[in-house]
């Protein structure tokens, strides 16, 4: 079993920052691909980036690139999503989430088995 628990969403401003963390738990940390997700009401969840099982690779959609950066402290069994000049359409549901049974990293969310509680992301206009 693996324990996902995000922290660090909230309101921010359109322009703004926020950060959000992944605290890891249950299961070796560092060799599954692990990542953010999103699902904005009435929306279907999307992928917004993630780490390659090795940590050497990231991934991020479209929409979030040059804005989100994804980085990880394996001391501290943690990943983290900086989130930069933040827009309206950021607005959602954050979901960190760990696929520990494929080796390539997808942008599926079905592909993933493990997954945290969720943490609301508001950005007003």
């Known amino acids: 079993q693996m324990q996902l628990v995000e922290s660090g969403g909230g309101l921010v401003q359109a322009g703004g920052s926020l950060r959000l963390s992944c605290a890891a738990s249950?299961?070796?940390?560092?060799?599954?691909?692990m990542g953010w997700f999103r699902q904005a009401p009435g929306k279907a969840r999307e992928f917004v980036a993630a780490?390659?099982?090795?940590?050497?690779?990231?991934y991020y959609a479209d929409s979030v690139k040059g804005r989100f950066t994804i980085s990880r402290d394996n001391f501290k069994n943690t990943i983290v999503l900086q989130m930069n000049s933040q827009r309206p359409e950021d607005t959602a549901v954050y979901y960190c989430?760990?696929?520990?049974?494929?080796?390539?990293?997808?942008?599926?969310?079905?592909?993933?088995?493990?997954w945290g509680q969720g943490i609301q992301v508001t950005v007003s206009s």
């Open positions: 989430a760990a696929d520990t049974t494929h080796f390539r990293t997808s942008v599926e969310a079905r592909k993933y088995d493990y």
């Open positions: 249950g299961r070796p940390f560092n060799k599954y691909p």
């Open positions: 780490f390659s099982g090795t940590g050497s690779s990231t």
